[in-house]
């Protein structure tokens, strides 16, 4: 069965990284993408970007171009999230998941869910 | 960008049809997923492609887009589908197509 599987919860200082690893397994971990989401307390899901497992390509949301970078290893069918410079407002819960890519590009739907990954940014 | 707007909230009795809306320019041209989302789980995907259903969902869970607007309908309501649920389709705007949700709404089941 596909799992999507997240590291634990972060406290971070305001202005440092966190990087948050969703490990699937359950399908040829190539042949998809993975999309991260996030959600601030009380507050609605937010798309951050995708990578594509098959070729590496990304594609970040606007607001969060030069602080995001998504990878993949493939090896270990893990994909990262690292979030740079952050800020009060980046506390929220963290999700990956898989997205239906064509061609090494993501614009499909979020057909299995990682559990989420809280992050906390506070002084 | 591409804003698409939901009801913040709907109320139903068990046994009727909920019908939650989501508003976009010409969304019709668009595909819609949605997803439903319980108190301190991870999102469920319940429709994708405006109408299909993933195995697993029951078939109380229907899609339609059209025009300006998507619903999503569920049918015979419980009290397992309260929940937050949220539509979602692929800006086009820019070179390179953005993921966007809509704000969400509420279902309550009376």
Redesign the interface.
């Known amino acids: 069965q596909v799992q999507l599987v997240q590291s634990g919860a972060e406290v971070k200082k305001p202005g440092a990284s966190v990087k948050v690893s969703c490990k699937a397994s359950g399908y040829t971990f190539t042949s998809y993408g993975i999309s991260w989401v996030r959600q601030a307390p009380g507050q609605g899901l937010e798309w951050m970007g995708w990578i594509s497992a098959y070729n590496g390509n990304t594609n970040y949301a606007q607001k969060l171009q030069g602080r995001v970078t998504m990878t993949t290893d493939t090896s270990t069918s893990t994909a990262y999230m690292e979030l740079r410079s952050l800020r009060s407002d980046d506390t929220a819960v963290y999700y990956c998941a898989r997205d239906l890519c064509s061609g090494g590009s993501c614009y499909g739907y979020f057909d299995y869910w990682g559990q989420g990954t809280l992050v906390t940014v506070s002084s | 960008s591409y804003v698409l707007t939901q009801p913040p909230s709907v109320s139903v009795a068990p046994g009727k049809t909920a019908r939650i809306t989501c508003g976009g320019n010409n969304i019709g041209s668009k595909s819609v997923?949605w997803?439903q989302?319980k108190p301190g789980q991870?999102?469920?995907?319940v429709i994708?492609?405006d109408s299909d259903r993933?195995s697993g969902i029951p078939e109380r869970f229907s899609g339609s887009n059209s025009g300006n607007t998507a619903t999503l309908t569920i049918s015979r309501v419980e009290a397992g589908d309260e929940a937050d649920y949220?539509c979602?389709v692929?800006d086009s705007s820019?070179d390179?197509?953005?993921?966007?949700?809509?704000?969400?709404t509420k279902l309550t089941v009376l």
């Open positions: 997923h997803y989302q991870a999102p469920v995907l994708y492609y993933p949220y979602q692929w820019s390179h197509p953005h993921g966007v949700f809509g704000g969400g």
